[in-house]
Nanobody
Framework: QVQLVESGGGLVQAGGSLRLSCAAS????????MGWFRQAPGKEREFVAA??????????YYADSVKGRFTISRDNAKNTVYLQMNRLKPEDTAAYYC???????????????????WGQGTQVTVSS
């Protein structure tokens, strides 16, 4: 069973930065596609970014709303995936969730159902 624990959320002013971390235990982390999702109050959970490694190449994919501002990365030695968030906007306010896909779907697939394991979430609040 894979367990995911997010950290790094908090309160930041618009234009600021945060780095979220997601530590994984169990399973074979290095082979999994990893994703970040977010959910604002009253809204559906939405895809933010994904990363997977295959044949020595790392692939990433981003939602249009965060492209150019957020960067997803992973450290397989630490079983950790990161989300660096820069130039934050009030509309980025949400609970952010880390997820793992053991079936290793396409990096550009944004389907929530494709992910098998989820963390408990970390809150990000961006003030204007």
């Amino acid at each position: 069973q894979v367990q995911l624990v997010e950290s790094g959320g908090g309160l930041v002013q618009a234009g600021g930065s945060l780095r979220l971390s997601c530590a994984a235990s169990g399973g074979t982390f290095s082979s999994y596609r990893m994703g970040w999702f977010r959910q604002a109050p009253g809204k559906e959970r939405e895809f933010v970014a994904a990363i997977k490694s295959r044949g020595g190449t790392t692939y990433t994919y981003y939602a249009d709303s965060v492209k150019g501002r957020f960067t997803i990365s992973r450290d397989n030695a630490k079983n950790t995936v990161y989300l660096q968030m820069n130039r934050l906007k009030p509309e980025d306010t949400a609970a952010y969730y880390c997820a793992a896909d053991r079936r290793i779907g396409p990096v550009g697939s944004t389907s929530i159902a494709a992910y098998d394991y989820w963390g408990q979430g970390t809150q990000v609040t961006v003030s204007s």
